[in-house]
């Protein structure tokens, strides 16, 4: 099962920009799809975007136009870019799979939007 590491996360001001990155340690191939998820205090756990093998890509209604989900197979890194972020951005993000089983949850990288 492919682990996957969080990281880029950080406190910025409203408007700005982040690039966040999951690090797989095997293949990013072998999974269906990778998934970003963020959680804020006291929230359930929610899929923000999507990217398949394929490279189609889905995200919620929340943040369509402003985030954007990449893959670099031959890195076997996925990226979240997060631009005109907003307060209501800020929560822990997470990257997991997205169409198949899921695997254990990494300790997610914390996304800060505050002036």
């Known amino acids: 099962q492919v682990q996957l590491v969080e990281s880029g996360g950080g406190l910025v001001q409203p408007g700005g920009s982040l690039r966040l990155s999951c690090a797989a340690s095997?293949?990013?191939?072998?999974?269906?799809?990778v998934g970003w998820y963020r959680q804020a205090p006291g929230k359930q756990r929610d899929l923000v975007a999507r990217?398949?093998?394929?490279?189609?890509?889905n995200y919620a209604d929340s943040v369509k136009g402003r985030f954007t989900i990449s893959r670099d197979n031959a890195k076997n890194t996925a990226y979240l870019q997060m631009n005109s972020l907003k307060p209501e951005d800020t929560a822990v993000y997470y990257c997991?799979?997205?169409?198949?089983?899921?695997?254990?949850w990494g300790q997610g990288t914390l996304v800060t939007v505050s002036s």
């Open positions: 997991n799979e997205a169409l198949g089983v899921q695997g254990p």
């Open positions: 990217i398949r093998s394929s490279g189609s890509t």
């Open positions: 095997g293949s990013l191939r072998s999974m269906y799809a």
